[in-house]
């Protein structure tokens, strides 16, 4: 079974530039995590996803940031506009069942806003 | 809110040695969950423990969840340089609404 992916692997852009990262979650997976990990503040949840609604968006930094998950299958984080701080590595998760179960996490992008 | 902290943030060993990392919940967890991130990769799971007191092992690798369920530990015998990454314990229930990470124990195992 393919597990959860996303693209890009790797983003390089100049500040100010909108960032549009993406995820498909494992099939029949109904919940979908965004998690951001820095060296300075570890592995942060930025949102999540319960089939397809967000459920608490209270990590997301700031009004720069958004989600969306138009379809079971898919889901967006967008950044405009970008900024140097904003460099991280960008996990998407998902999980079956509850909110407390185990999750799968994807590759993971790593971007740097220059 | 809920706050899961881990120690030690990190650890060297010689390889051959053994290796522990600790988790400590502020409030009782319904469940508590172990992830191991190599360098340059994504968080795995590796087991999830529910029950009071509960303990269970994975090879080399013994996982103990505490009487009180605001406590874990992960212990590694034996450590090779396989097992060089990042251990992360995540507790479920309690007061979050999700999973809450804790901050991980990078180990590295020195040949």
């Known amino acids: 079974d393919a597990g959860v992916i996303q693209s890009p692997r790797h983003e390089v852009t100049e500040m100010g530039q909108e960032v549009t990262l993406r995820c498909k979650p494992i099939?029949?997976?109904?919940?979908l995590f965004w998690y951001r990990q820095t060296m300075m503040r570890g592995l942060e949840l930025l949102i999540y996803?319960?089939?397809?609604?967000?459920?608490?968006d209270s990590g997301m930094p700031e009004d720069r940031f958004s989600a969306k998950m138009p379809n079971a299958s898919f889901s967006t984080l967008k950044i405009q506009p970008s900024e140097p701080r904003d460099s991280a590595v960008y996990f998407c998760?998902?999980?079956?069942?509850?909110?407390?179960?185990?999750?799968?996490f994807g590759d993971g992008t790593r971007l740097s806003i220059l | 809110g809920q706050q899961v902290m881990q120690i030690p943030q990190y650890q060297h060993v010689q390889e051959g040695e053994d290796f522990t990392t600790y988790c400590n919940s502020s409030t009782t967890l319904s469940n508590i969950q172990w992830y191991k991130q190599r360098p340059g990769g994504h968080p795995v799971f590796l087991i999830q423990l529910v029950k009071s007191g509960e303990v269970k092992k994975q090879k080399r690798l013994t996982f103990q969840f505490g009487e009180a369920k605001k406590n874990s530990s992960l212990h590694i015998t034996a450590t090779q340089t396989t097992d060089v990454g990042t251990y992360f314990c995540?507790?479920?229930?309690?007061?979050?609404?999700?999973?809450?990470f804790g901050s991980g124990t990078q180990l590295t195992v020195l040949p």
């Open positions: 099939s029949g997976h109904d919940y």
């Open positions: 998760a998902s999980s079956f069942g509850t909110r407390n179960q185990p999750q799968h």
């Open positions: 996803f319960n089939n397809n609604v967000p459920i608490d």
């Open positions: 995540a507790g479920g229930g309690g007061s979050a609404r999700q999973l809450t």
